[in-house]
């Protein structure tokens, strides 16, 4: 494990019976802890930074410096050409696809792809901009490539973009980008990966603009990838952000204001109005240097072993039905017959000290169909007068510092309760839980 690489001291957390226990993180697909030795140089630098690209104190210069640099960096980890591209920092993934999906600038007609496995942060940006398409996903929950090349077929010329995750944040699916990326090209339209999941758990590599595999564009956050909240990364070709105007205007983004007109500066600043988080840029290029010292493939191979350790025992445990198939990154949704995903999430955290995450996880389309459940039951629930529990699921995502003693331990406790569940539900009421 890169236990020690990664987390500093080892935290504990109160439970319900009065006990002290070593926090089990198991849901590092909504964050993953910061690097302690990213947290360590952010301190020093938090006396150091100052304004980018305006001041001309030594603060400001050193700030810059780092600033532009970590744009360097960022491109780097993730192969991104910046002869043709251009790496634009923002605050999320969220805000990165956003800011694509105004900055492409649609026609009437223009079609956009996406798919039934997305976030609803690659779903509802898209909504109201282009006709938007969903290409299918089969009954294990895996992208149906065909579906995708027929609405390519039946919308060429007019598909604009195709927009698919590099990894599921429900069942871990990954994407073959690459090829989806050839058969976008092939019908002249763009792609783009959704690399919220896929960056901190396989190597990336966005390729040359010559390669009919390469990435259009690529979008992730840093507070997935081991470092703090508050930055994240759209990169994509430069031409696009040179057409038109930039998103955001204001301080930064300009060489020459008059009264009646404006001349825009260059990239990467003409997209990053107003004073730009440079801690947070810093921080990211940071924590993927450190991966790169790592090794971001010794860290992928690590946490399949660690995949196939957790799976192969949760399958054992009676009633579960875990969700997916492979090729996957190390995300395991489930449910356990019986026993409600909210309340286990409750259990596991008041009395085992384990984070998880419980719910539709943020794609309630894709949870609803790998559950079986029509559109037209959830709305009857959701306009109900009675708050309900939305049907959902638990999910554990795992990270490079987790360990197989961590799993055993969660089996335990996932056995306790399934022994014991008519005690556990008399002493837990839980909320219902929306998202
Ligand atoms: N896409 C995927 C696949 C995700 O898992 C997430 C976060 N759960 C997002 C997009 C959105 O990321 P953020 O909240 O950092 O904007």
Same mark, same amino acid.
């Given at each position: 494990?890169?236990?020690?690489?990664?987390?500093?001291?080892?935290?504990?957390?109160?439970?319900?019976?009065?006990?002290?226990?070593?926090?089990?993180?198991?849901?590092?697909?909504?964050?993953?802890?910061?690097?302690?030795?990213?947290?360590?140089?952010?301190? *020093?630098?938090?006396?150091?930074?100052?304004?980018? #690209?305006?001041?001309?104190?030594?603060?400001?210069?050193?700030?810059?410096?780092?600033?532009?640099?970590?744009?360097?960096?960022?491109?780097?980890?993730?192969?991104?050409?910046? *002869?043709?591209?251009?790496?634009?920092?923002?605050?999320?993934?969220?805000?990165?696809?956003?800011?694509?999906?105004?900055?492409?600038?649609?026609?009437?007609?223009?079609?956009?792809?996406?798919?039934?496995?997305?976030?609803?942060?690659?779903?509802?940006?898209?909504?109201?901009?282009?006709?938007?398409?969903?290409?299918?996903?089969?009954?294990?929950?895996?992208?149906?490539?065909?579906?995708?090349?027929?609405?390519?077929?039946?919308?060429?010329?007019?598909?604009?973009?195709?927009?698919?995750?590099?990894?599921?944040?429900?069942?871990?699916?990954?994407?073959?980008? #690459?090829?989806?990326?050839?058969? /976008?090209?092939?019908?002249?339209?763009?792609?783009?990966?959704?690399?919220?999941? @896929?960056?901190?758990?396989?190597?990336?590599?966005?390729?040359?603009?010559?390669?009919?595999?390469?990435?259009? &564009?690529?979008?992730?956050?840093? #507070?997935?990838?081991?470092?703090?909240?508050?930055?994240?990364?759209?990169?994509?070709?430069?031409?696009?952000?040179?057409?038109?105007?930039?998103?955001?205007?204001?301080?930064?983004?300009?060489?020459?204001?008059?009264?009646?007109?404006?001349?825009?500066?260059?990239?990467?600043?003409?997209?990053?109005?107003?004073?730009?988080?440079?801690?947070?840029?810093?921080?990211?290029?940071?924590?993927?240097?450190?991966?790169?010292?790592?090794?971001?493939?010794?860290?992928?191979?690590?946490?399949?072993?660690?995949?196939?350790?957790?799976?192969?025992?949760?399958?054992?445990? +009676?009633?579960?039905?875990?969700?997916?198939?492979? +090729?996957?990154?190390?995300?395991?949704?489930?449910?356990?017959?019986?026993?409600?995903?909210?309340?286990?999430?409750?259990?596991?955290?008041?009395?085992?000290?384990?984070?998880?995450?419980?719910?539709?996880?943020?794609?309630?389309?894709?949870?609803?169909?790998?559950?079986?459940?029509?559109?037209?039951?959830?709305?009857?629930?959701?306009?109900?007068?009675?708050?309900?529990?939305?049907?959902?699921?638990?999910?554990?995502?795992? /990270?490079?510092?987790?360990?197989?003693?961590?799993?055993?331990?969660? @089996?335990?406790?996932?056995?306790?309760?399934?022994?014991?569940?008519?005690?556990?539900?008399?002493? &837990?009421?839980?909320?219902?839980?929306?998202?």
């Amino acid at each position: 494990s890169f236990r020690r690489d990664i987390l500093g001291v080892e935290q504990k957390v109160p439970t319900l019976g009065g006990k002290y226990l070593p926090y089990i993180n198991f849901d590092n697909a909504a964050s993953t802890p910061a690097l302690q030795p990213v947290v360590e140089e952010m301190q *020093d630098f938090l006396q150091w930074y100052s304004g980018v #690209h305006r001041g001309t104190g030594y603060k400001s210069l050193l700030s810059s410096q780092f600033y532009d640099d970590s744009h360097e960096t960022i491109a780097n980890f993730v192969g991104a050409d910046l *002869d043709s591209q251009c790496v634009i920092m923002v605050k999320n993934t969220t805000e990165a696809i956003n800011k694509l999906s105004y900055r492409l600038r649609f026609a009437p007609g223009d079609v956009v792809i996406s798919s039934m496995m997305e976030h609803h942060s690659n779903d509802l940006p898209w909504r109201n901009k282009a006709r938007l398409k969903y290409a299918r996903v089969d009954q294990q929950g895996l992208l149906d490539l065909g579906d995708l090349k027929k609405l390519l077929q039946l919308y060429y010329p007019r598909v604009r973009l195709v927009t698919v995750c590099g990894a599921s944040n429900v069942t871990g699916h990954l994407n073959p980008i #690459h090829q989806i990326a050839e058969m /976008a090209h092939a019908y002249r339209a763009e792609i783009l990966v959704d690399g919220a999941q @896929l960056v901190a758990h396989h190597p990336v590599n966005m390729m040359k603009e010559s390669d009919p595999r390469h990435i259009d &564009y690529l979008a992730f956050s840093g #507070h997935k990838i081991y470092a703090p909240f508050g930055s994240g990364v759209l990169i994509g070709p430069r031409k696009t952000f040179l057409q038109g105007e930039p998103e955001y205007s204001g301080g930064g983004n300009v060489d020459l204001v008059s009264r009646n007109k404006v001349w825009w500066t260059g990239l990467p600043d003409r997209e990053e109005a107003g004073s730009p988080n440079v801690i947070g840029a810093f921080a990211l290029a940071r924590s993927l240097q450190y991966l790169q010292k790592m090794g971001i493939e010794k860290l992928a191979l690590y946490e399949e072993e660690l995949l196939l350790y957790a799976r192969e025992r949760l399958q054992k445990l +009676p009633g579960i039905k875990i969700y997916g198939s492979f +090729p996957r990154v190390a995300v395991i949704s489930f449910n356990i017959k019986g026993l409600e995903h909210a309340l286990l999430g409750s259990i596991l955290c008041f009395e085992a000290g384990v984070g998880v995450r419980t719910g539709c996880f943020c794609a309630q389309g894709y949870v609803r169909n790998l559950l079986g459940i029509n559109e037209e039951s959830i709305s009857a629930i959701y306009e109900g007068k009675e708050p309900a529990l939305l049907p959902g699921m638990l999910r554990i995502s795992l /990270a490079a510092y987790n360990t197989r003693e961590e799993i055993d331990r969660l @089996l335990k406790w996932l056995e306790r309760i399934i022994a014991h569940q008519a005690d556990f539900k008399k002493n &837990y009421l839980f909320s219902p839980s929306f998202g």
